[in-house]
Each structure stands twice: as structure tokens, then as C-alpha cells.
């Protein structure tokens, strides 16, 4: 491992670069960006991936390893560089990089940067977790979610990017599977010529790769990564939409088969995410679900409600009157993350419990006869929504934060829907994409209807946009913040609607 003096890297100064290899010269391969993930008191893990033509298999790169060099400063010139390491990018893993810097102060602003075959990568800015013993006065982060390349511009990447935030979670639809036109569907760029593989659906470990890549060629997105270390999770559309567990969405396609594509999907997901090496999956499964600190303020529970979850009951869809969907022995979690969760809400010594997943957990009735519930979510599967709610009745402290419906909505949780006079247990803070489903809008008949037939719900809305939260030790904000547009560029943001919840009698109010 080559190791660099602080003193040598001062001499050297930004843009003078060490060749440690005789490669081939290489066009500048930072053409992705940069990000920080999975923030610990002492560490963060830092990620970028080699790829000088980021549209083309194997990024354009040959079958060569790859030298990366990294430097961790506190300052953004890089005159107190505190950390170096030399991590490698194998083209086994994409030419991904995912370095685990440790030694660390916590609750701290670090910048970072790589270097390779003589290019320096764009500067990235993260920040550490409190210490464990640490009891912060807040957290402020983002909650953000699907974003199909095709629906729109990503404006709201770049106004998420000027927030004040400790971290954002992503939860979910990092990319879509479907074809994408050569001009990026309704992004209708001119300057775009995509080739012909985008319109081919990802199935191969290639062709979602290559979805990555594409995606993160983005400016906007890459500024968001650059600016805040992020928590993600997966939905169904890093693999295939309304997936659930061995299960694909068309059950003509043998299980054997499907797994191998989970297996090429899960893969890539890990290269291109700022995940740790542990993480990485094996053939077809990966350990997503995990636990972050922040001192004594909070714990989040990242969990995975696609790869462990029961069949979606009664054909999946809106269904009126399907009884399975109470079936004790169906699961949204999986009994193993479900008890691993339940375990640690149950003794946890944080004030707040924040759960950051994929689906709607609030009941949602559509309407219609009886009023329809969506089997994709929380109401396909009661019973493991009940263990929940039974151990926020007792756990002060739960905060639901979802995604994957493009819509905001923010709901009081009861353990049982149908007596809106019981007092709420926690709150759900369901955010809105960040492009899919193209401009939206604030209301619609269907939006209307739900708020009539679901007395839980204070807000539901059909913009873009993310959620801006600040959790304190007895309240937690949330402020809507939507976009004007998304299907041309220059979007703007305002808040639509902000609200407060108190720690030991939870319940929205608007702030
Ligand atoms: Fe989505
Ligand atoms: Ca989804």
C-alpha cells in the first residue's frame, strides 16, 4: 500500500500527481463523482468509481486494477489533510472504490478527494456521528426517494444541496429498470445521445451497471452526494418494480432465474452505493438492514422490506376485502430483520426511534367499495405492522420515514386505524420523489379522496420535492419542501407545508 506523508502531499500541492503504476494513460475516470456513506462516530466510507466513459461497459476501462489514492482534510483546500489511504479498484467490482476511513472525531466536518493515473477527483464534504455518550441538541437530515432519470431534471438535488443537513436518507429507487430512449425520455436533452443498450431493461450485471452510471453522470445528483453523507436503502426498482422477495413481478419467469438477476442487481447496487465491504452480497442476497447512532438523540433503523417479504397477497394491486392480508404468517421484513428490529426498539436508549424504509406504513384506503388498500405496502401486511405499532405504544419516540409513492403524505400511526379517537403511537413522514412521476400536483381526485377516507392523514400531496426534518430532544419538525417542475430545468422550491410532533404524545400539528 503506497502511503503519503502529510508533508509530501503539501509539497506536492493539489495538482501535482503520483503515477504509481505504468498504465495506460487514462481520460479522467472521476467522471461519477464522488459520495460518503454509513456515518460513524470515527468513521465514514468514502466511495467514487473509475470510469472514463461512463456509458460504455466496464466504464471504458481494460481488466486492470487500479491504484485509487484518498486524502481525508478539515479544511476544503486540503492543507490539514488528516487521514490517507490507497484503496484499489478492481474490475471485478466495476472499478468501484469503497474506502473505510477510520480515526475520525465525531460530529465532524471532513473533506475529501481522490486521486488517479494523474486526475484528482471533484472535493466531497461529509460529516461524522456524534459520539456515542454525545447528546446532541439535533439532527437535521433529508429524506429523499425515487428518482426515474426519464421523468425529469433534478433540480431538487440541487436545492436539497444548498440545505443544512447532517445526512440524508434515500430510501429507495435509486434508478429504474426500463428502457430509456437515446434522448432520456421525457428529459428530451439534445445533447444527449444515450446508446442503444439503454433500451434495453436491466437484467445483466452490464446493463445495471451501466444504469448507474448514467444516473451519476448527473451534476445535481453529484452535488448532493459531494455535500452530506447519505443513509440509503433499496426498493423495487433497483431490481425489477413490485418485486418481493424470490417473487418476480410476472411469475411466468422461473425463481431460479429471477434470482440470478437479483443477484446482478444486488451487485450493483453495492458497487455503486457508498456501502462498507461487509455489506457486499453474495450471489443473490445482501444484508442491507442496519443500525446508526446519533449519541443519544436518535437511532435509525435502515430496514429492507423487498428482499425477505411474503408474496404481496390477494395478486397484489388495490384490493377491497382481502382477508390474507391479515395472515400472521405473511411478512413485510422477514422474521429475522423483523425481531432484529423489534429487539432494538424495545431496549433502546435513544429518545427517538427513526425508521427509514421503502412503503407506506399509515393504512391508505383508496376508496371505492369498502375502501381499496395497495398490497405493495404496510397494508398487505398487518400483522407485521401491528408487532411494530404494539412496541411504539409502549417505546416512545417512533418516527416512520418512507418513500416510493411519489406522493407526500404525513399520517399519525395508531395500532389500530379503524378508532381514530386512540390516541397516536408515532408519526410517518411519507416523502415525495425527487422526479418520478414527472411535475405533479398539489391535489388530485385521488388525493382528496384519501384524506376523506383516511382521518390519520394531515397532508397528502402530489408534487416533487424531499423532505427538509429537524429531529430535537422533545420534537421533531418536518417541512414539504416541493419543486415548481421537473421536466425543464430551473425548477424552483418552497415549503409546502411544515409539522411538529412532540416525543411522548405524538401526533401532528402544522407548524
Ligand atoms: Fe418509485
Ligand atoms: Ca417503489
Not at 436545492?159 to 430509456?180: N, Q, R, S
Not at 418481493?244 to 458497487?271: H, K, M, S
Request: with cysteine; aromatic share 10%.
Amino acid at each position: 500500500m503506497l502511503r503519503l506523508s502529510r508533508r509530501r502531499l503539501l509539497t506536492l500541492g493539489g495538482s501535482a500527481l503520483i503515477g504509481t503504476l505504468p498504465a495506460p494513460r487514462i481520460t479522467n475516470p472521476f467522471t461519477l463523482g464522488v459520495a460518503s456513506g454509513d456515518p460513524l462516530p470515527d468513521g465514514i466510507l468514502l466511495w467514487t468509481r473509475l470510469a472514463p466513459k461512463p456509458l460504455e461497459p466496464a466504464g471504458g476501462l481494460p481488466p486492470a486494477e487500479y491504484p485509487v489514492e484518498w486524502q481525508v482534510s478539515e479544511n476544503d483546500t486540503f492543507t490539514k489533510v488528516i487521514r490517507t489511504g490507497t484503496a484499489t479498484a478492481f474490475p471485478a467490482y466495476g472499478h468501484s472504490v469503497h474506502a473505510d476511513v477510520s480515526g475520525l472525531r465525531p460530529a465532524t466536518e471532513y473533506f475529501y478527494r481522490f486521486r488517479s493515473q494523474g486526475h484528482l477527483s471533484p472535493i466531497g464534504r461529509t460529516r461524522t456521528a456524534p459520539a456515542k455518550t454525545a447528546a446532541p441538541r439535533a439532527l437535521r437530515f433529508a429524506v429523499a426517494s425515487c428518482q426515474a432519470y426519464t421523468d425529469g431534471y433534478y433540480d431538487a438535488w440541487r436545492h436539497l444541496t444548498a440545505e443544512e443537513l447532517d445526512v440524508v436518507f434515500f430510501l429507495g429507487d435509486y434508478v429504474y429498470e426500463g428502457a430509456i430512449n437515446s434522448v432520456g425520455g421525457s428529459r428530451m436533452d439534445s445533447s444527449l445521445r444515450l446508446p442503444d443498450t439503454f433500451e434495453l431493461e436491466t437484467d445483466t450485471l452490464d446493463l445495471y451497471r451501466m444504469r448507474y452510471a448514467l444516473y451519476r453522470t448527473d451534476p445535481d445528483l453529484q452535488a448532493a452526494h459531494a455535500a452530506f453523507p447519505w443513509i440509503l436503502t433499496w426498493d423495487d426498482h433497483e431490481v425489477q418494480d413490485n418485486y418481493a422477495g424470490d417473487a418476480p413481478r410476472f411469475t411466468t419467469i422461473p425463481e431460479n432465474d429471477f434470482l440470478v438477476r437479483r443477484a446482478n442487481a444486488y451487485r450493483a447496487y453495492w458497487e455503486n452505493q457508498p456501502l462498507r465491504w461487509p455489506r457486499q452480497p453474495a450471489g443473490p442476497d445482501m444484508s442491507l438492514h442496519r443500525r446508526f447512532r446519533f449519541g443519544d438523540l436518535a437511532h435509525a433503523y435502515v430496514l429492507d422490506t423487498r428482499q425477505y417479504r411474503t408474496d404481496q397477497a390477494c395478486g397484489d394491486g388495490l384490493r377491497a376485502g382481502c382477508d390474507d392480508r391479515n395472515n400472521p404468517d405473511r411478512t413485510l421484513l422477514g422474521a429475522g430483520q423483523r425481531d432484529w428490529l423489534l429487539r432494538r426498539m424495545g431496549r433502546s436508549e435513544a429518545r427517538w426511534n427513526l425508521l427509514a424504509q421503502q412503503v407506506m406504513m399509515a393504512e391508505c384506503r383508496y376508496g371505492g367499495t369498502a375502501g381499496r388498500l395497495d398490497m405493495d405496502k404496510w397494508d398487505g401486511y398487518a400483522a407485521d405492522r401491528r408487532r411494530i405499532l404494539e412496541m411504539a405504544a409502549v417505546e416512545p419516540g417512533t418516527v416512520v420515514i418512507s418513500g416510493d409513492i411519489h406522493n407526500n403524505y404525513a399520517a399519525d400511526l395508531r395500532v389500530d386505524f379503524g378508532r381514530p379517537e386512540t390516541a397516536a403511537v408515532g408519526v410517518e413522514l411519507v416523502g415525495t420523489s425527487i422526479t418520478s412521476g414527472g411535475d405533479g400536483s398539489d391535489t388530485t381526485p385521488q388525493l382528496d379522496m384519501q384524506r376523506a377516507f383516511n382521518p390519520h392523514l394531515r397532508l397528502a400531496n402530489g408534487q416533487r420535492g424531499y423532505l427538509r426534518c429537524e429531529l430535537g430532544r422533545d420534537s421533531i419538525r418536518a417541512d414539504y419542501r416541493v419543486m415548481s417542475e421537473v421536466t425543464r430545468r430551473g425548477g424552483t422550491v418552497s415549503t409546502r407545508a411544515s409539522f411538529v410532533s412532540e416525543r411522548v404524545r405524538p401526533g401532528l400539528v402544522t407548524a
